[in-house]
């Protein structure tokens, strides 16, 4: 995550002093931004060799664990915020792992690909898969397991009782609060459970 926009927007979720897991956490860069502007302490989970070494040289405690194994290492809220930024559509185990967040953590925030966003409607009707900024990959090579959209989490978040505390889109490091399953690349929702 490197547009200081976006960092903003999410750092802004995370109430200053908390305790975060970042799962997914790629470079550190976030839970370096959260440990240097918001005064947090906690873990990035990565399982990446190189991300691992990046998370290290930026002075980031990262744990290297497959998150399709499940979080049950940590218990019950032990920590206050646990990110899933750019990472659920990553796993298999997509509904689980959001439970698992709701359950370490007193607050959830997830990020992900909105597959709703204009451009990607656009290029599916116009009988494609898309390809953009937000969505770079071919079909055939796409690390992406799963899409979703900002209305589909809204739905998922309900089935699974989280309470939806923040919800908006960003598009190219802007916030979108209008419309943001049509106008947003970036689905954003800060959740609690029950």
């Known amino acids: 995550m490197s547009d ?7 750092a802004r979720l995370v109430p200053p002093g908390s305790r975060v897991l970042d799962l997914g956490c790629g470079d550190g860069a976030l839970l370096a931004h959260l440990q ?17 070494l990046a998370c290290v040289k930026r002075g980031v405690n990262v744990l290297q664990l497959n998150l399709e194994g499940g979080l049950t290492m940590f218990g019950d809220d032990a920590f206050d915020v646990v990110l899933q930024i750019d990472t ?35 290029a599916v009707l116009q009988g494609h898969m898309p390809v ?3 969505l770079p990959y071919e079909w055939y ?7 979703g959209t900002f209305n589909d989490f809204e739905v998922l978040a309900r089935r699974n009782s989280l309470t939806i505390e923040d919800s908006f889109g ?18 954003v929702f800060k959740f609690t459970s029950g």
Request: proline fraction near 6%.
């Open 141 to 147: 090579d796409t690390p992406n397991i799963r899409v």
């Open 4 to 10: 200081p926009n976006v960092m903003h927007s999410i």
């Open 36 to 52: 240097a502007t918001r005064q947090c302490t906690g873990y990035g989970v990565e399982i990446d060799d190189a991300k691992l």
């Open 88 to 122: 659920l559509q990553h796993l298999r185990n997509a509904q689980t792992m959001l439970r698992e967040t709701a359950r370490v953590g007193r607050i959830g925030v997830v990020a992900f690909p909105n597959f709703a966003h204009w451009p990607n409607r656009l």
């Open 170 to 187: 960003l598009h190219e490091g802007r916030e979108v609060r209008v419309a943001p399953n049509l106008l947003a690349s970036t689905a």
């Open 132 to 134: 953009t900024k937000r």
